[in-house]
């Protein structure tokens, strides 16, 4: 008995959303795959760079916001440097989260997004990380993954060669810190 192929619908305006949030073009990609050669996080991706730029192309928006790969780009910019016409793949894998988390997708990598908040959120509270309460927070966050005490033998390590502090230092302009986030929460530039 034959297997029935599922029907994919592409919507034709996601590049166009994505083109708008990024702030250029990504049509003028012409799938070199310079950017997959060069990427150094391939190995893990369910989909490779270029092919995410196709992808997104060809409205395929469904099946690149449930991909691993936009969460498990690592934003190191390898791909943008190396691209013949300047297309800012990892600007495009940004925008991806940013659109997945909106529309209300799980995330194929859950721990990711929580690990992405619980930074944020230690650099928005004190100016600088606290690796210690971050990581507890991450911890908190992601307790329905499992693994709470999975890294703890690392941890210890960390904390015996004083690389984990207890107490959070201090920093100056937390307050020019919390401005950038106040702004950046609002939308405005200025």
Do not use: Y
């Not at 196709?54 to 928006?61: E, P, T």
């Not at 690592?74 to 659109?99: F, K, W, Y």
């Amino acid at each position: 008995m034959a297997a029935t192929a599922e029907v994919v619908q592409p919507d034709p305006s996601f590049r166009h959303q994505v083109e708008g949030l990024l702030g250029e073009q990504i049509a003028s990609c012409f799938h070199c795959t310079k950017c997959s050669s060069g990427c150094p996080v391939t190995f893990a991706m369910d989909v490779l760079p270029n092919r995410a730029v196709r992808m997104v192309q060809m409205g395929l928006k469904d099946q690149i916001l449930e991909s691993s790969t936009i969460w498990l780009c690592a934003s190191c910019e390898t791909c943008t440097t190396r691209c013949p016409n300047e297309v800012d793949i990892a600007g495009m894998m940004d925008v991806l989260r940013q659109m997945a988390l909106r529309e209300g997708v799980t995330p194929a990598e859950g721990a990711v997004p929580a690990f992405h908040q619980a930074f944020l959120a230690a650099v928005k509270k004190r100016g600088r990380v606290h690796e210690l309460g971050m990581l507890a927070s991450f911890k908190l966050k992601t307790l329905k993954l499992g693994g709470l005490f999975k890294d703890s033998g690392l941890g210890w390590e960390m904390f015996k060669r004083g690389k984990l502090k207890i107490l959070p230092s201090g920093i100056r302009g937390k307050k020019q810190v919390k401005a950038i986030f106040k702004r950046s929460e609002s939308g405005s530039e200025s």
